[in-house]
């Protein structure tokens, strides 16, 4: 029974450094996870995000931003899309006569006008010398349109390409300065921009880019308040509507070691992210500041409506795809998401996400982690999940709680991450040492102890208390007499030894574990076992005398088979085997004994050595099976034994009783 029980001396995390040492490799890899920020951790946290803003959307208020909508209805009225030049010239007019304090626009216009009359008169055929004549003699629409630009503080829009283009990106209207260092390589880039027509653009008052970029999961929660296209750098359409709107005459990016810290414009700095980006904090109701354009152009709109407000015109229209999804609506018009964008700057409720979060969420993490490895091995898995729970709910509330006074967004999944991966880390290392624990026990007693109690101690590995303590035992010792003769008769086939020894011990181990007995050892011919350890054996004295009289049975019906092999192969019938068996109860000392290199689970004391004495005895009285005093009074009444006398057996200072038990239960235990 070597290493018995090995693990079970290490039971509890308390002991062993191993769980707590793959604890600090787990968090310190989460870490380094959180460091390389893969997109599932980023998924997660923007979730975190995404809940805070559903749980608190901006209050909806008086907005400085009205969205006039080429919608549906302006569609059905005016005409497909693109309209003719001198309709938006005709639009652009009537919001600039309202008094609005800019106008933006959320299109772009790369073509020449195919409407304009002078064109008509080129591509229509079957027109009269005099139609074709007129027509041309009309003024370009393109020119009205560049003209009404120039009348008014219009910011025209600008989109990135994935690809180059050979068109000439040109400069902004007023070139981005600089603060702090050249920030233009932190800003997201394009390699190509569609722009408008030359003509639009030297009209204009101002040039922004409006493409948007969604987060992984399509959803759009950050907009670039500055690109980098073709190495030059080119703001927001909202910023430069800003800018118009404020009469600025310029703009620039202040950035510091960590990367960009914000846009100036206005003499206010707008906060983003350290690559430019701004987090759009959105209202869930998105139809209040809409104008229709067809109501406009139909004198339906008063000019109270629009006057001072930064005006954006853009499209609703489903047809038109320009709806994207953001955290508070699955469908939002693309110019929606600009006049929020400008709602959130113009109201000072930026959300902003701070330079240092890395490093508090790193922190909490760390901190949360070392928590579950110190405590888990010391409070156990219930205990500290019921902590971590609550530390989690905690840990929510804070982040929470950051967002809803201060509007700072702080990542709680990564700490949640760590402390719960470690946790498991802990549990699963427990869960792993149980296991093995279980293994080695079985490992270690399934030779030596019946099934039954091999899977008890297995699954209350606490019943094992190694290390030597005393307990009372019954032992028993079997020994097979005339070995030396047997085995002088079979030195020439050693196979035929060993064959016959396992033949023999097989069915005597059999009878031992069956009532629950625990074999110590094999000793040659002899075998060595013992009742209520490790585990307690009610009545192990009367387990014991069973199991003895069930070896002489098994030993007869070997002798009986071994009889019926040789009659019927013609050999000479052997002599019968036999064997001595004494039992003695009494209180040893039981455990793990040996040395450091090799142990067995074993017992030790004068109960034992009066077993192998009476077992030694069982040749010179005749008897085949020997018990000690105690053990014959723990059987009184209840098996049929007979008193062989008084004897003082070598080691002994005092002479003992010993009895001869005499196969089979007596008349009064059949009677009860």
């Not at 938006?88 to 009537?94: E, F, G, N, P, S």
């Not at 929660?221 to 500055?226: D, G, H, K, N, S």
Request: charged share 20%; net charge neutral.
């Amino acid at each position: 029974m070597r290493r018995a029980g090995k693990s079970a001396v290490r039971h509890g995390f308390g002991r062993l450094g191993l769980p707590r040492l793959v604890g600090l490799v787990v968090l310190l890899a989460l870490t380094l996870v959180k460091y390389s920020d893969p997109a599932p951790l980023e998924r997660f946290r923007l979730w975190v995000f995404d809940q805070y803003l559903t749980g608190k959307p901006r209050e909806a208020g008086a907005s400085p931003v009205v969205v006039v909508d080429i919608d549906e209805k302006s569609l059905a009225r005016i005409g497909q899309w693109p309209w003719s030049r001198a309709v938006l010239a005709r639009l652009v007019d009537k919001i600039g006569e309202t008094g609005a304090a800019a106008i933006g626009f959320d299109i772009v216009f790369p073509e020449p006008d195919r409407l304009s009359p002078p064109r008509l008169a080129d591509s229509l055929s079957g027109l009269t010398p005099d139609m074709r004549a007129g027509l041309k003699g009309e003024k370009d629409t393109d020119t009205v349109f560049a003209e009404t630009i120039a009348r008014h503080r219009v910011v025209l829009g600008r989109s990135g390409l994935p690809q180059a283009n050979a068109t000439e990106t040109g400069e902004p209207h007023l070139p981005l300065a600089m603060i702090g260092g050249d920030s233009s390589e932190l800003l997201p880039a394009y390699p190509g921009m569609l722009r408008n027509l030359p003509a639009f653009e030297d009209a204009a008052s101002g040039v922004g880019m409006f493409s948007i970029l969604s987060e992984p999961d399509g959803l759009i929660r950050r907009v670039p308040l500055a690109f980098r296209v073709d190495g030059k750098v080119v703001p927001a359409l909202a910023i430069e509507l800003l800018r118009v709107a404020t009469g600025g005459d310029a703009l620039a990016i202040k950035r510091d070691s960590a990367g960009v810290v914000g846009v100036i414009v206005g003499g206010t700095m707008v906060p983003t992210e350290r690559d430019g980006r701004f987090w759009v904090y959105y209202r869930s109701d998105v139809a209040k500041n809409y104008v229709s354009a067809v109501d406009l152009l139909d004198g339906r709109i008063t000019d109270a409506a629009l006057k001072g407000k930064l005006v954006l015109i853009g499209s609703s229209a489903i047809g038109l795809q320009d709806i994207r999804a953001t955290p508070v609506s699955a469908a939002t018009p693309g110019v929606e998401v600009h006049a929020q964008l400008l709602e959130t700057i113009v109201a000072g409720q930026q959300l902003t996400r701070p330079h240092l979060a890395l490093g508090i969420e790193v922190i909490a993490g760390l901190v949360l982690g070392l928590m579950m490895i110190i405590l888990v091995p010391r409070l156990g898995t219930l205990p500290v999940l019921a902590l971590g729970l609550l530390t989690a709910a905690v840990t929510w509330w804070a982040g929470w709680l950051l967002f809803e006074r201060y509007r700072l967004l702080i990542d709680t999944v990564y700490p949640l991450l760590a402390g719960f991966g470690v946790f498991l880390t802990l549990v699963f290392l427990n869960y792993w040492r149980e296991e093995r624990q279980r293994h080695e026990i079985r490992a270690a007693f399934q030779h030596y102890l019946a099934p039954a109690l091999v899977e008890k101690l297995a699954d209350q590995p606490s019943l094992l208390r190694l290390g030597g303590e005393t307990r009372e035992l019954t032992v028993l010792f079997s020994d097979m007499r005339d070995f030396t003769r047997i085995a002088e008769g079979l030195k020439g086939d050693p196979q035929a030894l060993t064959g016959l020894m396992n033949r023999l011990l097989t069915p005597l181990s059999d009878a031992i574990t069956r009532e629950g007995g625990t074999i110590d050892k094999y000793m040659g011919d002899a075998v060595m076992a013992f009742w209520n350890a490790p585990l307690d054996v009610p009545d192990h004295a009367a387990h014991a005398a069973r199991a003895a009289l069930a070896m002489r049975e098994r030993l007869a019906a070997l002798n009986a088979a071994r009889q019926r092999e040789a009659e019927a192969q013609g050999l000479p019938v052997p002599a019968p085997l036999e064997i001595g068996i004494g039992v003695n109860t009494g209180p040893c000392v039981v455990g793990n004994m040996g040395s450091d290199f090799r142990f067995d689970y074993s017992a030790l004391g004068d109960a034992v050595n009066l077993a192998s004495r009476l077992e030694g005895l069982t040749a010179h009285y005749g008897e085949p099976i020997l018990i000690g005093e105690a053990t014959a009074e723990a059987l009184a009444g209840r098996f049929d034994l007979r008193e062989i006398g008084t004897v003082q057996v070598k080691g002994k200072a005092e002479a003992t009783r010993i009895f001869a038990l005499l196969g089979g239960i007596s008349v009064q235990e059949a009677r009860n």
